[in-house]
């Protein structure tokens, strides 16, 4: 049933209102001490923005994000109060500061996978801390008195109503920029990092390079904060700085809803009305004094990540229906297309290939060809070797001795992204998809290295034209498989089957002129597999190569031209199915019998 239009509504009028409510906020008789609790809320969502891309979309944890708040605000405070410098160049030199400190962080620990990143980011906050504590020059803990405020063409903003306008048109503008960021080629190949590397780099991005935009963009954000809170309070000591106060961001982050741009506002509403209240009520309460909320916020946590792990976020989103993307790409010019083979070329030549997990000789001088229209299975029983083979070709894993060669040259050694762009395309044994996207975007990823919008274009929302391109061709690819009709469906709502088929749509999308399957019918019901037969054997009728690394012998038998069989890491025989299946070798190996 197509979703009613007025389910768009609630959401295109909601966020409109949001913002004009804030803006216009300090223009309606409203006592001043809200007015201070918005610029508060304001500084906290710009903050945590950074956060829900780092760590909602990116998956990358940071506990340094209050550090660069203060590098925003201690370069405000130095160069307006010590060297009289604009509030505006403050604010580059500010964003340029933090910029750079992310750049060297990032380069140094995004590298590496595991604890490395929050881990750094703890040293960092805790560095600068310390640093801002005992420099001379930044007033050591008593920090830089008497920060000008703000001025405007000539208006001064105070600290009040005029400058929580400015707040709020920052904050807004940040929100406006990362929600148009996440639904863009980049914002797709972000969300692709967090679940590791290797699906995002089979599509042909360098993750590596994705990770460090969203580090940088996340202190940028944290920076302008830090500025903003400079001339807000007029004064900065090293306090609201603290690792503490990096704690407190990721908890707003993941009380809102860590991987959604508007849970950033809601865990900072939430967070800055509820301590304040708290502050007052618990030491009368408990008839003593002390940072009790603390210990309030704690459980909230606590019970937050056990009953609402995607925050309180989830909550309004009932009220705001998601509507159906709007398919406004009919007529959109198609991408680049690569130039296809022509049958019988030789493409792949695996040519001894090795490989070592210490002592265990897991591919073991495997060579065969595939050439242009070809469909070959690799089949072999459990632990035989395929899926390292498979690895060994699309770059996830190094070569211990061998080559392989693609087109003429060789590819070994090469990433898997390079693979990638050069034509060879894959699906993987264990689907690996972004589930909280749709069909149509799970497939647009692969038209990645089609595209080529950036970072900056897309938060401008200068990117519709590629846009529409990517998601036509997404659909045709979906057409072609015949899941057209599920393109607005959320990935991670199907079942395994169409789960697989979207996978190969995927594939599909980076236009490649080999395509490898790794195990697609694995956890198959029989329906889901002559389904996913069916669609292979259009593909072959359309002159695509295929490689089959297939566990069920059956399913290859129908589809390939020819299979290669291994065992034991090594190449046990090559040939036609009715070769293979007459060989009583290839019999004794699957029954598990010597021969
Ligand atoms: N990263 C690794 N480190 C150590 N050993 C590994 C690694 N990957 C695979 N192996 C070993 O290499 C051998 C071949 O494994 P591989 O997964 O390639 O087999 P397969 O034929 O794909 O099996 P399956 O059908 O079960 O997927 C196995 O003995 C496996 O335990």
């Known amino acids: 049933m197509p979703t009613p239009t007025f389910a768009a509504s609630p959401r295109r009028f909601a966020f409109p209102l949001f913002a004009l409510v804030m803006l216009l906020l300090p223009a309606l008789p409203v006592p001043d001490f809200w007015i201070t609790q918005g610029i508060y809320i304001g500084l906290y969502a710009l903050a945590t923005l950074g956060l829900v891309l780092l760590t909602g979309v990116a998956g990358l944890t940071s506990f340094g994000q209050a550090a ?33 400190a992310a750049l060297v962080l990032g380069a140094i620990t995004l590298r590496m996978s595991g604890h490395y990143l929050p881990l750094a980011t703890i040293a960092w906050g ?49 929100a406006w920029g990362c929600a148009n960021l996440l639904d863009s080629r980049p914002g797709r190949a972000i969300r692709a990092v967090k679940d590791g590397s290797t699906m995002a780099e089979a599509m042909g991005i360098s993750t590596f390079r ?36 990096g ?135 459990n632990g035989a070797g395929k899926s390292t083979t498979f690895n060994l070709i699309t770059g996830v894993l190094s070569l211990t001795g061998g080559q392989v060669l693609w087109r003429g040259q060789a590819i070994g050694g090469m990433p898997s992204r390079a693979i990638a762009r050069r034509g060879i ?29 950036g970072t900056t274009r897309a938060m401008l929302r200068l990117d519709r034209d590629e846009e529409r391109r990517l998601f036509a061709e997404a659909e045709r690819q979906l057409a072609r498989i015949g899941m057209a009709d599920r393109m607005h469906e959320l990935a991670g709502n199907l079942a395994l089957g169409p789960q697989r088929l979207m996978e190969i749509a995927r594939a599909l999308c980076t236009d490649p002129a080999l395509l490898l399957l790794d195990e697609p019918a694995a956890g198959l019901r029989h329906k889901e597999k002559q389904a996913l037969a069916d669609v292979l054997r259009q593909l072959k009728g359309e002159g695509m190569s295929l490689l089959l690394v297939e566990h069920d012998m059956e399913f290859v038998m129908g589809l390939t031209d020819r299979i290669v069989v291994m065992e034991f890491g090594t190449k046990l025989m090559e040939g036609t199915p009715a070769q293979v299946q007459a060989s009583p070798q290839v019999r004794a190996a699957y029954l598990g019998t010597e021969h």
């Open 425 to 453: 395309s894959r699906t993987f044994q264990h689907v690996k998809m972004i589930p909280e996207m749709t069909v149509l975007e799970n497939v647009a990823l692969g038209g990645y290295l089609r595209g080529s919008s």
């Open 210 to 245: 994705y990770k460090l935009v969203v580090f940088v963009l996340s202190a940028v954000l944290a920076a302008v904060s830090g500025w903003l809170f400079a001339f807000f309070q007029r004064t900065v000591n090293p306090s609201p700085f603290s690792i503490t106060k």
């Open 68 to 100: 660069f708040v203060g590098v925003g605000a201690y370069t405000a405070a130095f160069l307006t109060v010590k060297l009289g410098a604009s509030p505006w160049l403050a604010l580059l030199a500010g964003v340029a500061l933090a910029v750079l």
């Open 247 to 381: 704690i407190e961001y990721l908890f707003i982050a993941v009380l809102g809803g860590v991987s959604h741009v508007w849970g950033a506002f809601l865990g900072a509403g939430v967070v800055r009305v509820v301590e304040d209240q708290l502050q007052v009520l618990l030491p009368r309460l408990i008839g003593a004094s002390g940072n009790f909320e603390t210990i309030v916020f704690g459980v909230v946590l606590i019970v937050v990540l056990k009953y609402a792990p995607d925050g309180l976020w989830t909550f309004v989103q009932r009220w705001l229906p998601r509507a159906d993307r709007k398919r406004d790409w009919e007529g959109a010019a198609a991408l680049p297309a690569r130039d296809k083979p022509a049958r019988g070329e030789r493409l792949l030549e695996v040519q001894a290939v090795r490989k070592q997990f210490g002592g265990l000789v897991a591919v073991n001088d495997v060579s065969f060809e595939i050439r242009a229209g070809d469909i070959v299975g690799l089949i072999g029983p």
């Open 126 to 174: 805790l560095a600068l801390y310390y640093a801002m504590g005992n420099m001379e020059f930044l007033g050591k803990y008593d920090g830089i008195l008497g920060v000008p405020t703000l001025h405007v063409f000539g208006i001064d903003l105070g600290t009040g109503r005029r400058l929580h306008v400015l707040v709020w048109v920052f904050a807004l503008l940040a």
